[in-house]
């Protein structure tokens, strides 16, 4: 009878940590989504002094910060006359992707659904953002396509998300 009650306490404890680091997890992506969208926000907004820390220091080396705003003002004024109407984080889950200065890595992809007007048209674009998890937390990251063209000192040509009707 006492081996029971040890073998119930052990596999009570051993369910217990389980779940504690899936609720731990899970918080962790719900915080990941919230700063999503706020950095999604704030480079609509112009708010770059929020933004540019969120950047994996790693690529943050590649380019100035004051080219880097300056390309986020080009794009900016590529996307004058479109009316934000809201932005939510829709999903989180790990993602295996290579990328430059780190090879095949898994990152944290938050989906993300906006909802805009433009022209008299209401629409919804989805995009997906990459974070890798260090060991001072979540920093952003940049597709290959954009690494390459700030390593390159150009301003990335920034590829259409999916825009629904």
Request: aromatic residues 14%; hydrophobic residues 40%.
């Amino acid at each position: 009878m006492r081996l029971v009650r040890i073998v119930a306490c052990v596999v009570a404890l051993c369910l217990s940590l389980v779940f504690a680091g899936t609720v731990a997890a899970s918080a962790k992506w719900e915080l990941l989504k919230e700063l999503q969208v706020k950095m999604t926000w704030a480079t609509i907004h112009g708010q770059y002094g929020f933004v540019w820390p969120q950047l994996t220091p790693r690529y943050r080396r590649v380019t100035t910060r004051s080219f880097w705003e300056a390309c986020q003002r080009k794009r900016a004024r590529q996307a004058a006359g479109v009316k934000w109407i809201s932005i939510k984080a829709t999903a989180v889950y790990p993602y295996r992707i290579t990328l430059p200065l780190f090879g095949s890595t898994t990152v944290a992809a938050v989906s993300v659904e906006a909802k805009f007007t433009y022209l008299g048209s209401t629409g919804t674009v989805r995009d997906t953002f990459y974070w890798l998890n260090g060991d001072k937390g979540f920093t952003s990251l940049w597709d290959p396509a954009t690494y390459r063209a700030y390593k390159a000192h150009r301003c990335p040509t920034y590829s259409s998300p999916t825009v629904l009707p």
